[in-house]
């Protein structure tokens, strides 16, 4: 197995999981009782942080080939953990969402439009990223190519999704910059940049074609 790959796995998990314990129960102050739900965060992040890589990497070392060269190998892991990270926060995510710790999904007791939404781009992501997970084992699952570049097509939009996902959920907190406990960017920011970046890496690149054809 590739070193760099897998340093680059742990790191990213780690720092986003102390990210989240940072903000929440240091600065915050949200008591260590809520610490599932900060994990949760911590491993959200990971989860997206991890996909948007394994969907810029291809792009980043197109572009950038003595940086990111020779990390490209690790694509296909990145892309594994991210969604074995973000199966972990769906899991965790249905076991606690209940109205006394989401209340800003609920209106008196019952799920409101905002609950729903993240509830329903939550499934349709994991589903799309899930699609891509599924055909990256060639052996188990024996796709054509043809299928194979439609569900890697399937994960990059489920990755968009992800990102409408925390839009709502974070967008208020963004301007606030004096709310934000210890300084610290909300999660929701950075994960919603990081699919920024993946969705104009990868336009870029697949619009770099038609360029070159231009020029010559
Ligand atoms: C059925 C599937 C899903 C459900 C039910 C779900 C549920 C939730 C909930 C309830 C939150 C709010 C958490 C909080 O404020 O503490 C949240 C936030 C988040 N979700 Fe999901 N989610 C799902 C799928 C996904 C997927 C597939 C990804 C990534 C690829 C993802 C990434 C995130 C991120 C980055 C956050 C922001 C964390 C934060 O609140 O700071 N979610 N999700």
Same mark, same amino acid.
């Given at each position: 197995m590739h070193k760099k790959t897998n340093?680059?796995?742990i790191l990213v998990i780690s720092i986003s999981v102390i990210? %989240? @314990?940072i903000r929440y129960h240091i600065?915050?102050?949200?008591?260590?009782s809520y610490i599932i739900d900060v994990l949760n965060k911590g491993i959200a992040l990971? %989860? @997206?942080l991890l996909i948007a890589l394994s969907l810029s990497i291809g792009p980043l070392a197109r572009r950038f080939p003595k940086k990111f060269g020779r990390i490209e190998i690790g694509k296909r892991l990145f892309g594994l953990w991210g969604f074995t990270l973000s199966f972990f926060h769906t899991l965790i995510s249905l076991l606690i969402l209940k109205p006394n710790h989401y209340k800003i999904?609920?209106?008196?007791?019952k799920m409101n439009v905002l609950g729903e939404f993240v509830l329903i781009s939550g499934f349709i992501s994991l589903l799309l990223i899930g699609l891509a997970f599924i055909t990256s084992f060639p052996h188990l699952f024996p796709f054509s190519q043809k299928s194979f570049r439609l569900t890697q097509f399937a994960g990059y939009i489920g990755c968009v999704v992800a990102g409408l996902h925390v839009f709502p959920i974070g967008v208020n907190q963004w301007t606030q910059i004096?709310?934000?406990p210890g300084n610290m960017v909300p999660i929701t920011f950075i994960s919603f940049f990081a699919v920024i970046i993946t969705v104009i890496l990868r336009t870029q690149s697949s619009l770099m074609p038609l360029f070159q054809k231009e020029k010559s």
């Amino acid at each position: 197995m590739h070193k760099k790959t897998n340093t680059i796995i742990i790191l990213v998990i780690s720092i986003s999981v102390i990210y %989240a @314990i940072i903000r929440y129960h240091i600065f915050n102050g949200v008591p260590l009782s809520y610490i599932i739900d900060v994990l949760n965060k911590g491993i959200a992040l990971a %989860a @997206i942080l991890l996909i948007a890589l394994s969907l810029s990497i291809g792009p980043l070392a197109r572009r950038f080939p003595k940086k990111f060269g020779r990390i490209e190998i690790g694509k296909r892991l990145f892309g594994l953990w991210g969604f074995t990270l973000s199966f972990f926060h769906t899991l965790i995510s249905l076991l606690i969402l209940k109205p006394n710790h989401y209340k800003i999904f609920y209106s008196f007791l019952k799920m409101n439009v905002l609950g729903e939404f993240v509830l329903i781009s939550g499934f349709i992501s994991l589903l799309l990223i899930g699609l891509a997970f599924i055909t990256s084992f060639p052996h188990l699952f024996p796709f054509s190519q043809k299928s194979f570049r439609l569900t890697q097509f399937a994960g990059y939009i489920g990755c968009v999704v992800a990102g409408l996902h925390v839009f709502p959920i974070g967008v208020n907190q963004w301007t606030q910059i004096s709310s934000w406990p210890g300084n610290m960017v909300p999660i929701t920011f950075i994960s919603f940049f990081a699919v920024i970046i993946t969705v104009i890496l990868r336009t870029q690149s697949s619009l770099m074609p038609l360029f070159q054809k231009e020029k010559s």
